[in-house]
């Protein structure tokens, strides 16, 4: 009997000791790429980094859709490379911080108010939903061409 | 004879509701109507203290308790105490800390073996309230444009809910008890905020749940004060 009584300190010690938290939730935009020619199926190889930052976000991935994370800033600029031809998308937006739990913490959803973009690879845009939240969904459809501008 | 076959068993239905009614009205009256114990007793909630053992983050407090028997087997009850619950990880330092009170009523199920049998077993309701203060010592937000910090100031609130009691309360020398209880708190009232919303109330427990389990564990003492003059035999 005693022994059992110790098992079960010992047990409930243990669980004391794993006060195990999450990290907080991330609101990113999700961006989709789609040919503007739509018998293409071009799937670029994609590198994004923000200006004036030195660190890449997403490296030579190829893929037809990302997502980027947004600054606390009124607008967010990234440069996009596809298949090595850079653009520049400039999202402009509002944020909100959001109480997530006292476990996890806080985190920030954002309403996109305006979007930017060069034109060299992108041709157009849609914002198919403005609301960047935890729930991670299409946000920004770039209409991109189907070969290199270089290449027309 | 579909009818007749309802009716038979509505007959039935009723026959079987008439019988147990009559169990219950046989019922034997109890036979200690009569005050076990006199005097005030007083009591300290051990578990309080150890309550980071099965919540997360640290939880701890102190809570006293007085009760005495107002009429055989009634038992008022005030209980009273403090609260504090920190939570430090990476990303959040949050506190919150405050006072409650506790009123209402035991009813001892238990009919005492004899007039020193002071045993009780009990279901009880309370109404509670609390006045607390939360704050957002810091809070990170990683970010791939760089780590955002902040802090949120304290906040005051209040909160109001009612309590379940089941429980027990055993004399182990004399005058002096240990007993343990389980407890369904319903909240009523909450006071709350949009940023960020109440996490903890003092004495309820975690605030976004409208219903919450607790358990406690006491010891207590009699104070033998006897107030109403009475002899036990």
Redesign the interface.
């Known amino acids: 009997m005693r022994k059992i009584l110790y098992s079960l300190f010992l047990v409930a010690a243990i669980v004391a000791c794993q006060d195990l938290y999450d990290a907080p939730p991330q609101s990113l935009l999700e961006v989709k790429l789609t040919n503007v020619d739509t018998l293409s199926n071009r799937i670029p190889k994609v590198s994004v980094y923000g200006v004036d930052q030195d660190s890449i976000w997403i490296y030579q991935v190829q893929t037809n859709a990302f997502r980027l994370p947004l600054s606390l800033e009124e607008t967010t600029s990234f440069v996009l490379l596809l298949d090595s031809i850079a653009d520049t998308l400039t999202i402009r937006h509002s944020n909100e911080l959001i109480f997530e739990s006292a476990e996890s913490g806080f985190y920030h959803e954002f309403k996109i108010l305006d979007v930017g973009h060069s034109f060299n690879q992108i041709d157009d845009y849609e914002v198919t939903d403005s609301m960047v939240t935890k729930n991670w969904h299409e946000n920004i459809e770039l209409y991109i061409l189907s070969v290199p501008a270089g290449d027309n | 004879m579909k009818i007749l076959s309802f009716t038979f068993f509505l007959c039935l239905l009723a026959t079987i509701s008439l019988g147990q009614e009559r169990d219950l009205k046989k019922k034997p009256e109890r036979t200690d109507k009569f005050i076990h114990m006199d005097g005030l007793r007083v009591g300290l909630d051990l578990s309080r203290s150890l309550q980071?053992?099965?919540n997360?983050?640290n939880r701890y407090g102190t809570e006293l308790s007085f009760d005495m028997e107002l009429t055989p087997n009634l038992y008022p009850v005030i209980e009273t105490g403090w609260e504090r619950l920190s939570?430090n990880?990476?990303?959040?330092e949050?506190t919150s800390s405050g006072s409650y009170t506790r009123f209402g009523f035991d009813y001892n199920l238990l009919v005492a073996e004899h007039k020193k049998d002071m045993d009780i077993v009990y279901v009880g309701l309370r109404y509670g309230f609390n006045f607390a203060n939360q704050q957002v010592k810091k809070?990170?937000?990683?970010?791939?444009?760089?780590d955002?910090t902040?802090r949120l100031g304290r906040q005051n609130y209040n909160a109001q809910w009612a309590e379940f009691v089941l429980g027990i309360k055993g004399e182990i020398f004399t005058n002096f008890f240990m007993g343990w209880s389980i407890r369904g708190k319903l909240k009523m009232d909450q006071k709350d905020f949009d940023?960020?919303?109440v996490?903890?109330n003092p004495g309820y427990g975690p605030a976004e749940k409208e219903f919450n389990f607790d358990i406690s564990y006491s010891i207590y003492y009699n104070l033998p004060f006897n107030f109403r003059g009475s002899k036990k035999e």
């Open positions: 980071h053992l099965w997360k983050g939570i990880h990476d990303y959040l949050y809070y990170m937000i990683a970010n791939y444009w760089g955002i902040g940023m960020p919303h996490y903890f």
